[in-house]
């Protein structure tokens, strides 16, 4: 079985500031993980992903994560914030032979100017 | 690359009415899963389609069905709704076997019951 956890529903920085959204793992098979933003009265896009190749992922908008499977977690980063980061961000968990994601309860970042 | 469409955007039914909601699948994909968003929730599994069949449920009572049709076009079917059932419905489309590409979603269907 797989779960996510995102610690920290809500999370504020300043404009320019770090951006680090926390998110574990837990996965008895080895795991596929993604990072998704939902901005507001819109569905889910996806932001990154690791699918057991480089440890440390790149992805759309200056955003990158980090599989780290000794803390089991994925992480995500941004080093300079911007004002049109201000979204949900939901970590998503599956297997390489499943076809359900699971996702965590989300994480709204606020950016302030 | 013509992405994922749903409709309605939004829909307002009342307790014990029947819903269908539809999705168009990203061209090329075969594979539909629907998710239920609840306010302030991650989405929730509820079911996936693969080449017209079931390939996969979540926790979701069976008046919760769905079909999806050869032109990979799907839908979500709720019977005697509920309070409870009202959320943001999400379909994605993906490839069944390649869970490692991630899913792409539609913008939902913001479902109200009253």
């Known amino acids: 079985a797989q779960s996510v956890t995102q610690l920290g529903s809500h999370v504020s920085v300043s404009e320019g500031a770090l951006v680090l959204l926390r998110c574990n793992y837990s996965?008895?098979?080895?795991?596929?993980l993604f990072w998704y933003v939902q901005y507001p009265n819109q569905g889910l896009q996806l932001l990154l992903k690791?699918?057991?190749?480089?440890?440390l992922v790149k992805g759309i908008n200056g955003f990158e994560a980090e599989f780290k499977k000794s803390e089991t977690s994925f992480h995500l980063t941004k080093p300079s914030a911007h004002m049109s980061d201000a979204a949900e961000y939901f970590c998503?968990?599956?297997?390489?032979?499943?076809?359900?994601?699971?996702f965590g309860t989300g994480t709204s970042l606020t950016v302030i100017p | 690359e013509t992405g994922v469409t749903q409709s309605p955007t939004h829909l307002i039914k009342t307790r014990g009415q029947q819903v269908t909601l539809r999705c168009s699948s990203q061209?090329?994909?075969?594979?539909v899963s629907w998710y239920q968003q609840a306010l302030g929730q991650g989405p929730q599994f509820i079911f996936q389609?693969?080449?017209?069949?079931?390939?996969g449920r979540g926790n979701f009572p069976p008046r919760f069905s769905g079909l999806q049709f050869p032109n990979y076009s799907s839908e979500l079917n709720v019977n005697a709704l509920e309070l409870d059932d009202s959320a943001l419905y999400l379909c994605?489309?993906?490839?069944?076997?390649?869970?490692?590409?991630?899913?792409?979603f539609g913008s939902g269907t913001r479902l109200t019951v009253v």
């Open positions: 061209s090329g994909h075969n594979t």
């Open positions: 389609y693969y080449r017209e069949e079931e390939n």
């Open positions: 994605a489309s993906s490839f069944p076997d390649r869970p490692n590409y991630g899913y792409t």
């Open positions: 996965s008895s098979v080895p795991p596929y």
């Open positions: 690791y699918t057991s190749a480089a440890t």
């Open positions: 998503a968990v599956t297997a390489n032979t499943g076809n359900q994601f699971y």
